[in-house]
């Protein structure tokens, strides 16, 4: 599996922008699937964002669903997550994940091969 590490969280306000990263070790980040995931405090993690391994498919949580992009450059190991419009319920540890090998999607922690540390995002009203 993959190492990964995530950046690009803060506090913000409502209404502004992020832009998450997660970097990859290993040549082989192409043939993940990945994903974002997020927890808050007394909830359990949630599926946020995932996209296939060259990127043509993309899918998202409806609560997110016209303000958040996650798109990959395979070239530098990496997938983003640009966060727009946030609100103070975007307000998370937000988890980076590489799907389970082979696995097309990424969904649910059961599909988890790989986990980031996360990074903290935190939307002030």
């Known amino acids: 599996q993959v190492q990964l590490v995530e950046s690009g969280g803060g506090l913000v306000q409502a209404g502004d922008s992020l832009r998450l990263s997660c970097t990859a070790s290993?040549?082989?980040?192409?043939?993940?699937?990945m994903g974002w995931f997020r927890q808050a405090p007394g909830k359990e993690r949630e599926f946020v964002a995932d996209i296939t391994q060259t990127g043509v498919y993309t899918d998202y949580v409806d609560s997110v669903k016209g303000r958040f992009t996650i798109s990959r450059d395979n070239a530098k190991n990496t997938v983003y997550l640009q966060m727009n419009s946030l609100k103070p319920e975007d307000t998370a540890l937000y988890y980076c994940a590489a799907a389970r090998s082979l696995l097309a999607r990424v969904k649910d922690p059961s599909d988890v091969g790989s986990w980031g540390r996360g990074t903290q995002v935190t939307v002030s009203s």
């Open positions: 290993g040549r082989t980040f192409r043939t993940y699937a």
